[in-house]
């Protein structure tokens, strides 16, 4: 018992360790580039609640795997507004189909842990019609094509016997 809590606070040493040094290399970077800023580092605070998901999701394992729907999803949106806030928000009109591939990408996540053919459905409907309507939107196939070809490799490699 003494040797796994022993372990867990080596972990949290190293983890808290990587997260200072990388921290400070940011603010070393933002001398050259002015990224550092309220306006165009908001996205990050959705990363917060992500810190006790994983947490909870690395103690319990299988048990807790549900939560990788919403760290997936906050991961996700965080990139997604971070990329709009470097661009000054040139997207927006054309990315909202992220909000829809955000919770598609959380299921297919879950699926990709436990193996449970249920978590496929909302999975394939939300990417399909996010790359439907990225299709639509840029006037081209290649979105609902790329999707169609990732959607039956998932579906044949998940047929394969174990």
Known sequence: MAENKDSRTRV?????????????VLFLLN?????????????????????????????KG????GAVI???????????FLWLTHTGWSGAGT???????GPGLGFLFL?????????LGPAFILL????????GIYASSLPLGGF???????????SRKK
């Open 12 to 24: 949290a040493a190293l983890a808290g360790g990587v997260v200072l040094a990388l921290l400070g």
């Open 31 to 59: 001398n050259l580039y002015r990224f550092l800023e309220a306006d165009r580092i908001w996205p990050l605070f959705l990363l917060i609640p992500v810190i006790p998901l994983a947490i909870n999701w690395l103690e």
């Open 62 to 65: 299988r048990e807790g795997a």
């Open 70 to 80: 919403p760290i997936t999803i906050l991961a996700f949106y965080c990139c997604h």
């Open 95 to 101: 990315s909202w189909p992220n909000y829809l591939i």
């Open 111 to 119: 699926y990709a842990i436990e193996r449970r053919a249920g978590l």
């Open 128 to 135: 399909g019609l996010g790359a439907a309507f990225y299709s």
């Open 148 to 158: 169609m070809v990732a959607a039956g490799a998932i579906l044949v490699l998940g």
